[in-house]
């Protein structure tokens, strides 16, 4: 217990005082830590400040040196989602800047219209519609009109039976139709693609016209991007899903778009009221848009400029609005938080920080402690049990021996003082006697030979040796304990067994020791069999009686040094677990080995199998 203690006690004091020392470094990196972010996100305001100022003036240059601006194209930097021009309360969209109000038909042109789809509708006349809108067609003062005139006179071809001058007029209006549009918005060109889908003609034109519709340097309207996203998924070929997914993501900019022209009134009044004397710019959507409006500078109206905030970001920031949890970057971006990856920062308990260095020691410290009071345990509980093992050990053997002394020496001292006088009784003494003498230099022959096993001196003399003679032998040593205890060996020996290269000493002393366990664990039962035979290529040694038996999971251990079997009878039974460990000594010093085959109550059978070619 006081060894104990010696190693738990200065164990404790040390674990203590890293604890100790784990908390205090645990507060200085906690505020080393905090020290770095806030430079970090200090830095990273003005790498982005920077980084949108010079978008935001590179998009205001391209604007100014445009002869006319066209608000429908596409700004030079991919990290602008929408620039619009402000009016008053007013954002006007791209797709709206790009309409252009209806103008007022030429009376000649809307008369041969007016002609035309008379003819067409209700009189049902193609050919003389036909006439009227090519009439109209040459009367058309712009695009507009011409590409108008264009889509009646193809449609009217069409119903005519006339499908080739149909699809070459629709062909002619899908290359040079422009941007012109009709009161809904939607381009006359997009029209034309989808009369020529439904007539199942020029697919190729067809889907090279609506992948180009699809560049996001384009601005759709929702009626166009329904119409684009229903022709791709109908003509053969089409399913481009670079394309399909350039719709989605046109589709939803649009619609973020649209809600923010809604809402641009509360925006505007967020920017305005930041206490900022710099460019302000605020987070808008779902897919987080960085919003700033540039007063008026001559040419230029007032601007709304929308910027992505992932593709304008420094590499390594996560940027998003109130619901990240994050830095806020100041006051030129009110509600606009940077979240930082886990290991962004090292000092913060990452791997090889100061704090994982102390948690590791301290980790190593308490396994030696732990793995020093198992070891210490271990080794006691070992040197427990081997204590035990000699002290039964030594009670075994000194019992085992007094056994045959007491016999002796209670026959020498009758045939001593002459108490005897019948010739035959003392014949039986003496005989008596010597037997126990035998069992006597065997127990003690036991005990020597383990004792030179242990020390690595035991030596085994080979010469060609009879086992049938060796057998024959140890049945003659044993018959004299076998017919005092009641018992009856059978003998099984083949003769014609062919001569090993054996220690006979050590053979003989083998089998005595399975015949002499046999009759201590027989029970009831007075039969024993020795057989000496030969089985796949191995001479054989059995010896089988009908006792008491083994349990299964006691068989593998049996012939372990000092092992003896659990069971209560066999508690009751004297011995020194010595005589089954030379056995299997035995048998693998001539190359064999040991088998046992029992069972709780039918017995048990030992067999030494010796290798025949082994042994030359």
């Not at 699809?214 to 996203?229: A, C, S, Y």
């Not at 050990?393 to 002459?418: D, N």
């Amino acid at each position: 217990m006081l060894f104990v203690l010696a190693i738990l006690l200065p164990a404790a004091v040390v674990i203590g005082l890293a604890a100790r020392l784990i908390h205090q470094e645990g507060e200085l990196v906690s505020k080393r830590t905090a020290d770095e972010r806030h430079q970090a996100t200090e830095q990273l305001r003005r790498e982005f400040t920077a980084r949108l100022e010079a978008i935001r003036l590179q998009e205001i240059n391209r604007l100014i040196r445009s002869p006319r601006p066209r608000w429908t194209e596409a700004p030079e930097n991919p990290a602008i989602v929408l620039i619009a021009r402000v009016e008053g309360d007013r954002v006007v969209l791209p797709w709206e800047s790009g309409a252009q109000p209806p103008q007022p038909s030429s009376s000649q042109y809307a008369r041969y219209r007016q002609e035309g789809e008379l003819r067409e509708f209700l009189k049902k006349d193609y050919p003389a519609a036909v006439a009227a809108y090519r009439q109209a067609l040459a009367s058309a003062r712009d695009q507009t009109e011409s590409a108008d005139a264009r889509l009646l006179l193809a449609r009217t071809l069409a119903k005519a039976g006339d499908a080739a001058e149909a699809v070459r007029n629709f062909l002619t209006l899908l290359k040079e139709g422009g941007d012109a549009r009709d009161e809904q918005g939607v381009a006359y060109r997009l029209y034309a693609a989808e009369c020529l889908e439904e007539m199942k003609r020029e697919p190729e034109a067809v889907l090279s016209f609506l992948l180009d519709q699809v560049n996001p340097g384009r601005w759709l309207t929702l009626p166009e991007i329904v119409t684009i996203r229903s022709l791709l998924a109908s003509i053969p070929g089409s399913q481009d899903e670079q394309a399909r997914a350039s719709l989605s993501r046109r589709a939803a900019e649009m619609e973020q778009a649209t809600a923010l022209a809604a809402g641009f009134p509360r925006v505007r009044a967020q920017i305005e009221s930041a206490p900022s004397s710099g460019p302000v710019w605020i987070p808008y959507g779902e897919e987080t848009w960085l919003i700033a409006v540039t007063p008026p500078a001559p040419p230029l109206p007032a601007l709304m400029m929308a910027v992505s905030s992932a593709k304008a970001a420094p590499p390594g920031a996560k940027l998003g609005g109130r619901r990240l949890q994050g830095d806020a970057l100041g006051e030129n971006f009110p509600g606009l938080r940077v979240e930082w990856p886990a290991n962004r920062f090292a000092a913060g308990g990452g791997r090889g920080s100061p704090v994982a260095l102390y948690v590791a020691g301290f980790g190593l410290v308490l396994g030696l402690t732990l793995l020093g009071g198992y070891l210490l345990l271990r080794d006691v509980n070992r040197d427990v049990r081997v204590a035990q093992v000699r002290s039964q050990f030594v009670a075994s053997v000194s019992h085992e021996l007094k056994t045959p002394l007491t016999s002796i020496r209670m026959f020498a001292e009758t045939l001593s003082l002459g108490r005897c006088r019948d010739e035959r009784a003392q014949a039986e003494y003496l005989e008596t006697i010597v037997n126990e003498s035998e069992r006597l230099a065997r127990l003690v022959d036991n005990v020597l030979d383990f004792s030179k096993i242990e020390q690595g001196k035991k030596i085994y003399r080979l010469r060609p040796t009879s086992l049938a003679a060796v057998a024959d032998s140890a049945a003659r040593t044993m018959q004299y304990p076998l017919a005092q205890q009641g018992f009856t060996l059978r003998l099984s020996i083949d003769q014609n067994l062919p001569s090993l290269r054996a220690d006979p000493d050590a053979l003989e002393q083998a089998i005595l020791n399975l015949l002499t366990n046999a009759m201590k664990y027989s029970g009831d039962s007075r039969e024993i069999d020795l057989l000496l035979a030969s089985r796949n290529g191995d001479a054989v040694i059995e010896v089988t009686d009908r006792g008491l038996g083994i349990a299964l999971d006691e068989q593998k251990h049996v012939f372990e040094k000092f092992y003896r079997a659990r069971s209560h009878e066999s508690h009751l039974i004297a011995g020194t677990g010595l005589g089954l460990t030379l056995v299997a000594h035995i048998a693998k010093a001539h190359g064999g080995r040991v088998e046992v085959r029992s069972a709780p109550g039918a017995g048990s059978t030992f067999s030494i199998l010796i290798p025949v070619e082994v042994q030359g």
